[in-house]
Structure formats: C-alpha cells, structure tokens
C-alpha cells in the first residue's frame, strides 16, 4: 500500500521546515534567488509575447477571415530575385476588378485602392512619409473604417474628380495643433502640392508595436489614381460574407483572374499574388516565436541553476542536521517522515520562489510596457505555470538530499560531530 501521510504528519513536517528555512536567512534568500531569476524570466517573457500576439492579432485581423486582396505583387517579399519577378507580372486593373464583381458569385464586396505616401501640409505645419490611399467607397466597408466627425464623399464626388479627403487622427494633431476633429472639416490642405479638403476625420486606430496607425490621408480612387499614375498597378480587395466562404472565394478569384491572363494548367505562376492579413500574422510570429523560446531557453537554464543551488543548499543541510536526523530517527521518527520534512522543505522554498518570480515577473513586464510601450496580457495561467514550474523544480532538487536524510542509519548519525 502506498505511503499516504496524515494531515497532522504533513503539518509538523512543514512547521519543522519552515523553522529550518527561517534560521538560515542568508542561505534561504541565496537558495530562492536562482528560482526568482528563472520564474520572473518566464512570467514577463510570457505576458509580454501574449499581450503583443493579441495586440498585433487584433490589428491585422479588423476584417477577421472574410478579407483577402489581389495584387501584382505579394504583401511580402524576402529577396531581390523574387521582387524582380513579380515586376514582370501583368498590372492588376480596374477591369480586373470590374470582372470579379461581375463573375464572383461568392465574393460579397469588391473594393480598389492604390497606395503611396506623401507629404501633407496644412499652412507652415507638415505631416511627412504619411500613406496616402486612393480607395473606392467600397473599402471604407471592407477595412471597416469608422468616422469620428464628417461624411464621405459620395459616388458621384468621387468619380467627377471632385478633391475631398478623410483624415487620421495624426494629421489632425500634427497639422492643426490640437483642434477638435470637427473643426477641421472643411479646411484646405495639400498632398504633395495638390489641395484636397477635409471631408471627413477617422477613429483612431491606435498602434502596433509603437508605430502609429493613424498617419494617413484617405482619397477618392479617381484621385488617387491621378497622383500615382493611372497606369499603375492597384490592389483589389474582396470579402465575403462569412467566414465559410472564404477559401471558396479565392479559389473563384484564383480562376477567375487566372482565365483573363490566359493561364494554362501547368503555369505555376498565377500572374498575381492573393494574400490575407494572416500573412503578416505569420511573418510576426516566425519572428517572436525565436525571441520566445530563446528567452525561454535561457529562463530555463535558471531553473536548473536554481535546481542545482537548491540540491547543494538541501546536501548541505543534510551533512549540518545529521545528529538531529538521528535523534529524531532513535525517538520513533520512520524514513518516511525524515524524507517527507526535506521534500516539503525543498518544496517550500522552490514555491515561495515561484510566488516572488511571479510578482517580480508582472513587474518587469509592466516596467518595459511603461518604458517601451509594448502591450500587456496578465493571463492566470503564466502565474499558474510559474508556481507548477517552482513546484517541480523543488519536487527533483530535493528528492535526492531528502533520500540521503532518509536513509541515515540513526546511530551512526547521533555518532557524527
């Protein structure tokens, strides 16, 4: 039958070991101090990588999974070769997207933009390397852009070429000083030269790992077209009603534009890219995912130092109580119970190393959110793993120290000087 200790049992041995723990004050701060530097690694590493996964999550994912785009060159490039590849594509066009809307029966909203950036001023004030969008009206749906103050332009507005603009939040502030967003309707400003007036100011977006999201300036697509060339390559963006329909939609797409660049079977290359946000998603995380295990790696090598500390100090205390161990065995003590003191003792000062690296944890990751403005995300389930880790690492370190306690022969232990 297994060895299952009473509560009274476990209660002496803990009382017995807490008191150990107290009368070596030095030796228990310098046994807690590998366990604190692991488990505070692991709780800041943990909540910081969980609150910029969320945050970075949330900002590229507004349209969720129903949202994806066309265009002649991928979000993403990683060599010169591939850029100069891409280039030879055909240009994604107006009529592109005119056929989709057409032949797309899955595809809900079809919406064009063309992006650039510029210099926006207001009077002496600039605003520079903002991003200037020319976006049908259809996109202010699709990219689910709210208005704090004004209207948009209108279909009609739009197309006879008439110069209104939307606003972010930071053209607000750089070029009007802290005026209210409505009181900036209707003001004249201009785009690398060109006046366009203020018909609308945006919600702000916020920021993604402390660069800002709302330094742009929105453009009817007519007139965007005109700044960039109107024989440049757009993008066409399209969703979809659910989120069900969304590999249905692209595969319609994929067909659909590949038919009118007359692709053959074999053609591996469409002739156009199809990409969705989680393509940034997926570029962020191949690039955390190395930070985190890293510097989990190196939480990790503190806790086995931690470990190996808490084994030494355990040895040590061993070799030290060998008499008490002794008279404690010679007055009815079993092995059990000498085993069961050392483990908890081992134990104890492993857990409250685990609850202070927690604490400490928290604090440093709120310490660098505050200082570089990275996002957190206090989940109970890091605390959680803190304390299971602190628990096992007492559970290895101090099996061995409480095995060699238990195994004493008592009256060669009451021998030793």
């Known amino acids: 039958m297994a060895f299952v200790p009473s509560f009274s049992i476990v209660y002496e041995s803990f009382r017995l070991a807490v008191g150990s723990l107290r009368s070596n004050k030095l030796r228990t701060m310098l046994t807690l101090l590998g366990i604190i530097v692991g488990v505070t690694a692991v709780i800041a590493v943990v909540t910081i990588i969980n609150g910029l996964d969320s945050t970075v999550a949330d900002a590229f994912s507004a349209q969720g999974s129903t949202a ?9 490039i990683t060599s010169r070769e591939d850029f100069i590849r891409f280039n030879k594509r055909k240009d994604v066009t107006e009529q592109d997207a005119e056929a989709l809307g057409r032949l797309c029966d899955t595809c809900w909203r079809v919406g064009t933009s063309i992006n650039g950036t510029g210099l926006v001023k207001y009077g002496e004030n600039r605003a520079e390397n903002a991003s200037v969008r020319g976006l049908s009206l259809e996109m202010f749906d699709i990219e689910n852009v709210s208005l704090q103050a004004g209207r948009l332009w209108t279909d009609q507005e739009g197309r006879s070429g008439r110069p209104l603009c939307v606003v972010g939040t930071d053209i607000v502030d750089n070029l009007f000083e802290g005026r209210s967003p409505y009181s900036v309707i ?11 007036t203020i018909s609308a100011v945006a919600e702000p977006f916020g920021k993604v790992l402390g660069f800002s999201r709302d330094n742009f300036v929105y453009v009817p697509f007519e007139a965007g077209q005109r700044m960039f060339g109107s024989r ?46 989680d393509a940034f998603i997926g570029i962020y995380q191949n690039a955390t995912s190395g930070i985190y295990f890293a510097t989990i790696g190196v939480a990790v090598i503190s806790l086995v130092v931690g470990g190996i500390v808490v084994m030494n100090i355990m040895l040590v205390s061993v070799t030290e109580r060998t008499k008490e161990i002794g008279l404690r065995k010679a007055v009815g003590a079993k092995q059990s119970d000498i085993l069961l003191q050392f483990m908890i003792e081992s134990v104890t000062v492993t857990m409250v190393g685990g609850a202070i690296g927690v604490f400490t944890g928290y604090g440093l990751a709120y310490l660098l959110s505050f200082v570089l403005g990275f996002p957190l995300l206090i989940s109970p389930s890091s605390a959680f793993l803190g304390v299971t880790v602190s628990f096992v690492v007492g559970m290895i370190s101090g099996s061995y120290p409480a095995w060699s306690a238990s195994r004493l022969s008592p009256i060669d232990a009451m021998r030793n000087e």
Request: aromatic share 8%; charged share 35%; hydrophobic share 35%.
């Open 68 to 76: 994806f785009s066309v265009s002649k060159r991928p979000l993403v």
């Open 186 to 196: 209707g003001q004249e400003i201009r785009i690398d030269g060109i006046p366009f």
């Open 232 to 277: 440049d390559s757009i993008v066409i963006h399209v969703q979809v009603r659910d989120s069900a329909l969304f590999e249905t939609a692209k595969d319609d797409v994929r067909s659909i534009m590949r038919n009118r660049r007359k692709k053959e079977f074999s053609d591996k290359d469409d002739g156009f890219s199809i990409d969705s946000q």
